[in-house]
C-alpha cells in the first residue's frame, strides 16, 4: 500500500548511491545475491534468539534490494537479474517466519504457517498477473522501475519489511503480529485477484 508513496522519498539516494556502486564496477547481481545471503543470515540469527542482530542483517538486506535496481538502471538491466532479485526476494520473505518457528515452535509455529500461507496466496496472484501482464503488453512504475508488473495490493514489500523488523524488535509478539499481517494479506491477495481478473477481461 505504502510502496508507491515512498518512490519519491527513497529513489534519488538510491540512485545516487547505485551511480558511485556501478562507477565502480560493482554489479546488480552481485548486491542482490550479497543482500540475500546477508537476508539468510537474519533468519539463521532469530532461529537462535539474536534478534538485534537480526534486526540489524534485514535493513541491510533491504538496503541492498533497492540498490541492486539502482545500480541495474546505471549499467543495464537484465531479464535474470530481475528474476533474480525477485526470487531470492521471495525466499527471503518465507525464510523470515520460518525462523521464528524454528526459535520458538509451540510458539510460533502455527502463526508462522498462516503467514506463510498469506504470503504464498500473495506471491501467486501478484506473479501469475506479472506473466498475464506481460503477454498482454501491460505495464506499470507505480512501485517504481521493475523488472515486470507490480499488481498493487494492501500488504506489499513497505509493510512486510515493517512487520519484519517489529517482530525482531518485539520477538514474543511474533504470532500476534504474524496473526494480524496473515489476515492483511489474505485480504491484500483477495483484493489482487479480483483486480487481476477485472484487468484482464
Known amino acids: 500500500m505504502f510502496d508507491a508513496k515512498i518512490r519519491p522519498l527513497i529513489d534519488p539516494p538510491l540512485n545516487k548511491a547505485g551511480s558511485v556502486l556501478a562507477k565502480?564496477?560493482?554489479s546488480a547481481n552481485a548486491i542482490t545475491l550479497a543482500?540475500?545471503?546477508?537476508?539468510l543470515a537474519a533468519a539463521g540469527l532469530i532461529s537462535h534468539g539474536l534478534f538485534l542482530a537480526a534486526f540489524a542483517c534485514i535493513v541491510l538486506n533491504r538496503l541492498a534490494d533497492g540498490l541492486d535496481g539502482a545500480v541495474a538502471r546505471h549499467t543495464r538491466k537484465t531479464d535474470s537479474g530481475g528474476y533474480l532479485d525477485i526470487t531470492l526476494d521471495f525466499v527471503f520473505y518465507g525464510a523470515i517466519p520460518l525462523a521464528f518457528a524454528v526459535y520458538d515452535p509451540q510458539a510460533n509455529a502455527l502463526a508462522a504457517c498462516a503467514l506463510l500461507f498469506s504470503f504464498y496466496a500473495n506471491g501467486s496472484a501478484f506473479l501469475a498477473f506479472a506473466i498475464m501482464a506481460e503477454k498482454r503488453g501491460l505495464s506499470t512504475d507505480a512501485q517504481g522501475q521493475k523488472s515486470l508488473f507490480y499488481l498493487s495490493g494492501l500488504a506489499e514489500g513497505t509493510?512486510?519489511?515493517a512487520l519484519f523488523l517489529l517482530m525482531a524488535l518485539f520477538p514474543s509478539y511474533f504470532a500476534v503480529l504474524a496473526w494480524v499481517?496473515?489476515?492483511?494479506?489474505?485480504?491484500?491477495?483477495?483484493?489482487?485477484?479480483?483486480?487481476?481478473?477485472?484487468?484482464?477481461?
Do not use: H, N, P, Y
Not at 499481517?181 to 477481461?201: D, H, N, P
Open 159 to 161: 509493510e512486510t519489511i
Open 181 to 201: 499481517f496473515a489476515g492483511i494479506c489474505t485480504v491484500s491477495a483477495g483484493s489482487r485477484i479480483i483486480l487481476g481478473v477485472g484487468a484482464l477481461k
Open 24 to 26: 565502480a564496477g560493482i
Open 35 to 39: 543482500g540475500f545471503v546477508i537476508g
